[in-house]
T-cell receptor, first 115, second 117 residues
């Protein structure tokens, strides 16, 4: 089945550690996105990528980094500079970034906690 | 800047009845799209329905319909014949259709819906 796979489902980070969240899609979508969700809140955009080897900062990019070396993959690294990383992280994709009426399709999310 | 407001407290509905989830928005963009997503307790976000600002008719998708009132800047989701599986968080979101690739999806804070048997 086509879809978006996020791994791991749960992740724990130690102080000063970088951790990487995986996002893979087999929908042949050009655009991919990372969101952060805090309890009782909506989603906030961290980074997005319209095409391979290109990405832009979203509203809360500080303390995060991404890469887009392959169309299918858009990993997110939560660096030690992100002082409050505990949250639920959702990856999404859409056919392309310019199609404003195209819905974004989401993975199942990764829950990140501090040890 | 775009803003989505979802202010209802937790909503409750009896199974098989209809329920309306409110969403108001604010934007200065002339052309925009409105989306509703469902988030069950498992966490994934499920796309439900889309309404374009220039669409003449209200969107419908199975048991979901959108009561779109452009002048009032509201885009309420109506769920008919509620089922126990409809219990979830529901998010309203919008996106400018004019600026193209760099326009972002803005989400509201969500509404919790509980369906009672």
């Amino acid at each position: 089945d086509g879809g978006i796979t996020q791994s791991p489902k749960y992740l724990f980070r130690k102080e000063g550690q970088n951790v990487t969240l995986s996002c893979e899609q087999n929908l042949n979508h050009d655009a991919m996105y990372w969101y952060r969700q805090d309890p009782g809140q909506g989603l906030r955009l961290i980074y997005y990528s319209q095409i391979v080897n290109d990405f832009q900062k979203g509203d809360i990019a500080e303390g995060y980094s991404v890469s887009r070396e392959k169309k299918e993959s858009f990993p997110l690294t939560v660096t030690s500079a992100q002082k409050n990383p505990t949250a639920f992280y959702l990856c999404a994709s859409s056919i392309d970034a310019s199609g404003g009426d195209q819905p974004q399709h989401f993975g199942d999310g990764t829950r990140l906690s501090i040890l | 800047a775009q803003k989505i407001t979802q202010t209802q407290p937790g909503m409750f509905v009896q199974e098989k009845e209809a329920v309306t989830l409110d969403c108001t928005y604010d934007t200065s963009d002339p052309s925009y799209g409105l989306f509703w997503y469902k988030q069950p307790s498992s966490g994934e976000m499920i796309f439900l329905i889309y309404q374009g600002s220039y669409d003449q008719q209200n969107a419908t998708e199975g048991r979901y319909s959108l009561n779109f009132q452009k002048a009032r800047k509201s885009a309420n989701l109506v769920i008919s014949a509620s089922q126990l599986g409809d219990s979830a968080m529901y998010f309203c979101a919008m996106r400018d259709l004019y600026t193209g690739a760099n326009s972002k999806l803005t989400f509201g804070k969500g509404i919790t819906l509980s369906v009672r048997p």
